[in-house]
Structure formats: C-alpha cells, structure tokens
C-alpha cells in the first residue's frame, strides 16, 4: 500500500528565526506520479489497471508540462546573485552601525 506524505519542512534562517515551507503543487503532482509509476510495476495488477495508470501518469505529466522547468522542491522562489549580495551588504551596514 502506499501512502503519500506531503511534510513540511523547517527552514532556519541566518539570523535564527525558522520557517516552514510546504510542498508546493508541482511536487505534489510529481510524487503522486511516481507513487503510480511503482504501482504499474508491483504484481498482479492487471493489464486494464496498468492502462488506466498509465492514462492518469500521462494526464498528471500534461498537468506537470504547464509548470515549466523544475523549481525549488519545496516552494520557494530562487535567490539571484543580486539579492544574495543585497542581503549580505545590508547585514554587513546593520554590523557597522
């Protein structure tokens, strides 16, 4: 039997504080894909299960190709190299001052 857990997952961040980022819909949609991928090749499902397996993993593929390429795993938008060094330069000021 398989069973999907979709756990969140604690971020602490620089300054200590945590946070928790949840699994968005585009990795939702993929591990449901994969739990069904496993379940085509576990025995004794039948040639029509296997079918209407195959049918839902190629509708939930159509649904994943409007995401684009894979993101972040966990939701969060990506840094750029900008706002990294914006980020660093504005907690080195708040040291200094």
């Not at 819909?25 to 039948?46: A, F, R, Y």
């Not at 190629?58 to 972040?72: A, K, Q």
Request: glycine share 6%; aromatic share 6%.
């Amino acid at each position: 039997m398989h069973q999907l857990y979709f756990v969140p997952r604690i971020i602490i961040n620089r300054d200590g504080t945590k946070r928790v980022v949840q699994a968005d819909t585009e990795v939702k949609l993929q591990l449901i894909t994969d739990v069904l991928q496993d379940m085509i090749l576990e025995p004794g499902s039948t040639v029509e299960q296997q079918d209407h397996l195959h049918d839902a993993i190629e509708s939930l593929n159509h649904v994943l190709s409007y995401f684009g390429d894979p993101g972040d795993s966990f939701g969060e938008p990506p840094v750029t190299l900008d706002e990294m060094q914006t980020a660093a330069w504005q907690q080195h000021q708040e040291m200094r001052s």
